[in-house]
């Protein structure tokens, strides 16, 4: 009776669905076609230890609600098909009181602009530490998984780097590509522009940087470029107004779009990123009664951006955080802030998705 009731309800969210023209999130759907089977728990475990493709829908790979996709949750829809376990759920979550990352990603100077591959192995940022060539350099580091910590930090070196202010850089999803944002920079069209580098294998650095054209580059200025873990959009922000994005044609990005006013509604926001399942969108906007730059969430309804809402306060510190960072999974937010506690003038934090009611402190329990 209760597998024919759970049928029931199943189908009736199906038709529902199918006639609003509102994106399913359906719990235990990992593979996102409208069925919870067996299929769901192939794609699970193929995600975990085959490094198999992000689930569609992130938050329907939780379905034992713990607010982090793990081995698990594999478990839990096994149980649920074959031996009459409990109903699939949505997670209730909440972030936890932020953590300094300490060094040596930050240092006694700024750090800012803290991006990393989807999976967590390589990572750049802006810092003006010493060793650089002038102003804020483009830094990088890899993660050691046998000691749990970043390597020690390495300069882009002169191919990205100059006397000016290297800005705002971010991966591509293979680490083979750095973007970054660069003033006047020469061969470029004037003001701040989106730059790529590529990694060169043989000589082990990144190479000269390029323009990304007229098409990304136009009138005014571009800031904070952020590429979707597929690689198939670029998100910036433009000072003509807000949040744009441009999608990738194969062999060029195409044309941006300015997206809609419930993302972009003061035309101050910045530093935009994009879960794997492209179904949630972070970024800082200013305002608010402090006048400081606040983070924001927005998620994908199915045919658009649904209205912005604040993030929690133990994430928007009344002195203000910005440089929003979601890592691909959605677990991880990493921002910049000058809070207490830090090592800099503007150190990286990072806070981790917890359920609610669980203490709000990175890695404990209740």
């Not at 999976?119 to 102003?135: A, C, E, F, H, I």
């Amino acid at each position: 009776m209760r597998r024919l009731v759970n049928s029931l309800l199943l189908f009736s969210l199906i038709f529902l669905v199918s006639i609003s023209g509102i994106q399913a999130q359906m719990p235990g759907d990992v593979n996102e076609d409208s069925l919870v089977d067996v299929g769901d728990v192939v794609y699970e475990i193929n995600y975990l230890f085959r490094h198999g493709a992000y689930p569609l829908c992130l938050d329907c790979a939780d379905p034992n609600g713990t607010c982090n996709i793990e081995v698990g949750d594999a478990v839990y829809l096994l149980n649920y098909l074959f031996r009459a376990g409990p109903t699939p759920q949505t997670p209730e979550c909440d972030w936890s009181e932020p953590v300094n990352l300490g060094l040596p990603i930050n240092s006694t100077e700024g750090e800012e602009s803290f991006r990393t591959t989807p999976d967590g192995k390589l990572v750049v940022w802006s810092s003006n530490r010493p060793g650089t060539y002038g102003n804020h350099d483009i830094w990088y580091s890899f993660w050691n998984s046998i000691s749990g910590s970043w390597s020690e930090p390495r300069n882009c070196g002169p191919h990205v780097n100059t006397i000016l202010e290297d800005l705002g850089p971010c991966l591509s999803p293979d680490g083979k590509k750095l973007y970054c944002v660069e003033f006047s920079r020469p061969g470029g069209y004037g003001d701040w522009e989106i730059w790529v580098s590529t990694w060169d294998s043989v000589n082990s650095e990144w190479d000269v940087l390029e323009n990304l054209g007229p098409t990304i580059n136009a009138t005014g200025s571009e800031w904070s470029p952020f590429v979707s873990p597929d690689g198939t959009k670029l998100y910036f922000s433009n000072s003509w107004g807000g949040i744009w994005v441009s999608e990738w044609n194969g062999s060029s990005w195409d044309t941006p779009v300015l997206l809609e006013n419930t993302v972009n509604a003061s035309g101050t926001e910045k530093h935009a990123s994009v879960t794997a399942d492209n179904k949630t969108l972070y970024f800082t906007r200013w305002g608010g009664p402090n006048h400081t730059y606040h983070m924001c969430v927005s998620h994908w309804t199915g045919t658009g951006w649904g209205i912005a809402v604040l993030l929690p306060p133990q994430i928007n510190d009344p002195i203000g955080a910005g440089w929003s960072y979601i890592t691909a999974d959605g677990r991880k937010l990493y921002f910049v802030s000058g809070r207490e506690g830090g090592v800099g003038s503007g150190d990286i934090w990072v806070s981790e998705r917890i359920p609610i009611g669980k203490k709000k402190q990175l890695g404990e329990e209740r």
